[in-house]
């Protein structure tokens, strides 16, 4: 799919949508709709209307979570709170 050519283009939502789902291989069909939509490119579907995603696709939305969690404000689970004295 070449997630990482067209990321930019992606919608917050859709990007999201990657991250919260790393072990995706295919891509549902609903969100393939969506990507296809958003990039204007038409990815070669499967039979289910999914799209396969390559390794490198995967790898490139693993590094996006990491980077993103990385950048967030919220606390981590390593952050701790010391007792209320």
């Known amino acids: 799919m070449h997630?990482?050519?067209?990321?930019?283009?992606?919608s917050?939502?859709?990007q999201q949508w990657l991250?919260?789902?790393p072990g995706t291989m295919i891509v549902p069909r609903t969100?393939?709709?969506?990507?296809?939509?958003e990039t204007g490119e038409d990815e070669t579907m499967?039979?289910?209307?999914?799209?396969a995603l390559t390794e490198e696709?995967?790898?490139?939305?693993h590094e996006q979570a990491r980077l993103g969690a990385a950048s967030s404000d919220e606390p981590k689970f390593?952050?701790?709170v010391g007792p209320e004295d």
């Open 12 to 14: 917050p939502d859709t």
């Open 31 to 37: 969100v393939t709709a969506i990507i296809n939509g």
């Open 57 to 61: 696709d995967r790898l490139f939305i």
């Open 46 to 51: 499967d039979a289910h209307g999914g799209t």
């Open 3 to 10: 997630i990482k050519e067209f990321w930019d283009q992606l």
């Open 78 to 80: 390593f952050d701790s």
């Open 19 to 21: 991250i919260d789902n």
